[in-house]
């Protein structure tokens, strides 16, 4: 059995996927979204020299509540981390798509800056967006603003039915989707002196950069997407299991 700590949407999505591989899952999300739409009544329409960067579809779904993604992307070029976020985009008609990138490092290695450094970026993001990624940014002389749009929110505590299958050694691996996920995962571990527990199990991490939260803390047992993005991480743990 394997632990799902996805959103609840994106945890059965993702549940169903690996029942068609005989992979059982159980879900317990540990993050949750709330949209607010008070960023839109500061926001002023989007001009040509804007540079939107988009790398959640969660912000996607936000300024969905307020204007049709279409008609507010009209005038803008748009830089995308994830294929998932792009893809939304192009199913919306939205938006000049310049570029889209597999995750951060690879943005700050191959976008073009010098091309956009008369441009100006807007970051459309949640409350827990990735504060180094933009300072690099901003570092290679790029204007650049961050609009929160969703905020994100830590469950308080595991689920009971997850704690009572770590102990009974039901649960075999966890799915780790996010650097912030991974973060309340081990603090509620932790908190439900489960760790110990968890030591010998399979973690399975969509990048090197969750799978260091495990191996700086004597994981032994950790697996790393080779790019990515949903598939790849679903044929690491169906290689694994």
């Known amino acids: 059995m394997i ?21 059982h899952a159980h879900c317990d999300p540990l993050i949750s979204f709330h949209y607010d739409d008070a960023w839109s009544k500061k926001q002023k329409m989007l001009d040509a020299n804007s540079v939107i ?10 300024i969905e ?13 748009i830089v995308c981390i994830g294929e998932r976020v792009s893809n939304y985009l192009i199913s919306k008609s939205a938006g ?4 889209t990138f597999q995750d951060s490092d690879q943005l700050l290695l191959e976008l073009n800056f010098e091309n956009l450094k008369n441009n100006s970026f807007i970051y459309f993001c949640g409350n827990q967006y990735n504060k180094k990624f933009i300072e690099k940014i901003k570092l290679k002389n790029i204007s650049l603003k961050t609009i929160v749009v969703y905020q994100v929110e830590a469950a308080h505590e595991l689920d009971v039915t997850t704690r009572e299958m770590i102990l009974q050694n039901r649960i075999k691996s966890v799915a780790l989707y996010s650097k912030f996920t991974a973060n309340v995962f081990m603090d509620l571990l932790d908190q439900a002196g489960l760790s110990g527990n968890f030591l010998d199990k399979k973690i399975f991490c969509l990048s090197k950069k969750i ?31």
């Open 3 to 23: 632990l799902i700590t996805r959103p609840q949407l994106e945890a059965e999505e993702l549940k169903a996927k690996l029942l068609e591989n005989k992979i």
């Open 53 to 62: 960067l988009l790398t959640s579809i969660q912000a996607l779904y936000s």
């Open 65 to 77: 509540k307020n204007y049709s993604l279409k008609d507010y992307f009209n005038d803008v070029n």
């Open 96 to 99: 000049n798509i310049i570029s």
């Open 211 to 241: 799978a260091s939260i495990f191996e700086s803390r004597n994981f032994k047992n950790v697996h790393t997407s080779p790019v990515p993005d949903e598939q790849s991480m679903i044929d690491v743990i169906k290689k694994s299991l």
